[in-house]
């Protein structure tokens, strides 16, 4: 498969570059910028210096001309883009036969409405909104395989849709009642990008973006419920943890949530469900999930951890599996160190 990365100078382009340039059934042609990114003309691993000697492949500017000359080419293409960039693109390369695995929220709402509110812009697209699959690895594997647009979800919709799925999919979940994700993320998850809130000495664990965060609609559009979504930064560099609280329908017993995760899960090359509550360092720079619960039948409640690398699993490591799924092979993902191998 020939395939091009947009967004090869950001935090997600590189992750998936790391992953891409190992793929046996990959030929990675293009690695791109935007127009006037001052990253262009520099190879990959002068500024990313983690691949030197394994990637040291030019970057090149994204250009309507560039895409006129080379869609013909490709297979598929990852955006790792601002999700405005990706919404005003994704569709053009369906159009010409390319598989596209876009990293951004720009086709993760199905209701275009949303993105007004949610995302800043109008999105005009409802056709790809409509065909687009929500690309949740583990439960949307069929559709992915079929799909030519895959939405990868968000770093935080992945750690708390792996919670929430398997109570939610066999309704243990006690109907109309809100659930409560509390998520924490470091600060890779904002990007690259400089800016005052991410510089080193202001960021401290604070909640952030309460009740109006973007994710907040696409985890409750996923898990078909009611929920809130309470956002956290905290002073670190990789790694998401989802701590999400869900009262349970009645009746409702701790085996039956044991066996829905056990169903879920058990067969799971990437979801881990260990027997304590997961940790961050556990599963930094992994593609892995760890999910951890506990019920308290009295209270008729079960709390659920996830924790992710925010950029493997909760976007680049995502993404190849999804690439997978529509390639038809499996995601094999073998820690070495320095790097993971797809
Ligand atoms: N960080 C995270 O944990 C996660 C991020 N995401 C999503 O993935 C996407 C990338 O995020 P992240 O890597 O963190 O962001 P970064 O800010 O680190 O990188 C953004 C990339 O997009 C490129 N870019 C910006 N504008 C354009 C444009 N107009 N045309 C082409 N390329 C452009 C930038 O290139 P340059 O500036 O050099 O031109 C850069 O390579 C975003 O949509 C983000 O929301 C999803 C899940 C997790
Ligand atoms: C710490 C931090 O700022 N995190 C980002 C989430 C990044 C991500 O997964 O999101 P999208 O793909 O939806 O942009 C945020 O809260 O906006």
Same mark, same amino acid.
């Given at each position: ?6 967004g090869a100078s950001g935090y997600v382009g590189a ?65 790792a883009t ?8 994704? =569709? ?22 949303? @993105? ?15 065909? =687009? ?22 770093? @935080? ?8 799925? !398997? ?12 659930? %409560? ?10 990007g690259r ?7 080193? &000495? ?5 909640? @952030? ?13 996923? *898990? ?10 905290? !002073? ?17 017993? =701790? ?6 995760? &056990? ?23 992994? !593609?892995? *999930? ?14 659920? %951890? ?17 690439? &997978? ?18």
């Amino acid at each position: 498969m020939k395939v091009a990365v947009i967004g090869a100078s950001g935090y997600v382009g590189a992750e998936l570059i790391g992953l891409l340039i190992q793929h046996p059934k990959v030929e990675l042609t293009h690695l791109l910028v935007s127009e006037n990114s001052d990253s262009c003309g520099l190879h990959f691993s002068e500024l990313h210096a983690r691949w030197l000697g394994i990637c040291d492949v030019p970057l090149q500017s994204f250009s309507q001309a560039w895409f006129e000359q080379s869609v013909d080419q490709l297979d598929a293409v990852f955006f790792a883009t601002p999700h405005e960039f990706s919404a005003q693109w994704g =569709a053009s390369f369906v159009a010409k036969g390319v598989k596209v695995f876009d990293l951004s929220g720009a086709f993760r709402l199905k209701d275009a409405t949303q @993105y007004p509110t949610f995302y800043g812009f109008s999105h005009g697209d409802g056709k790809a909104l409509a065909s =687009a699959v929500y690309g949740l690895a583990e439960w949307n594997a069929q559709q992915i395989a079929d799909a030519n647009l895959v939405a990868v979800p968000g770093c @935080y919709p992945t750690a708390s849709l792996t919670a929430l799925k !398997p109570l939610v999919s066999n309704n243990l979940h006690l109907p109309g009642a809100v659930i %409560s994700v509390n998520g924490i993320s470091g600060v890779s998850g904002a990007g690259r990008k400089a800016s005052l809130a991410t510089s080193f &000495n202001e960021v401290s664990l604070s909640p @952030y973006n309460i009740l109006v965060h973007r994710h907040q609609p696409e985890i409750s559009q996923e *898990a078909s419920t009611q929920v809130i979504f309470n956002p956290h930064l905290a !002073p670190y560099k990789r790694g998401l943890m989802a701590t999400v609280t869900v009262p349970l329908a009645e009746g409702v017993t =701790a085996a039956q949530v044991d066996d829905a995760f &056990n169903q879920a899960y058990c067969d799971s090359a990437i979801v881990r469900m260990p027997k304590a509550w997961p940790k961050i360092d556990n599963v930094a720079f992994s !593609p892995f *999930a760890d999910v951890h619960w506990q019920t308290d039948e009295k209270l008729g409640v079960t709390v659920i %951890s996830c924790a992710i690398d925010n950029l493997l699993k909760g976007a680049a490591s995502q993404a190849v599996q999804c690439f &997978n799924l529509v390639i038809g092979e499996d995601s094999h993902f073998t820690l070495l160190p320095g790097g993971q191998h797809v």
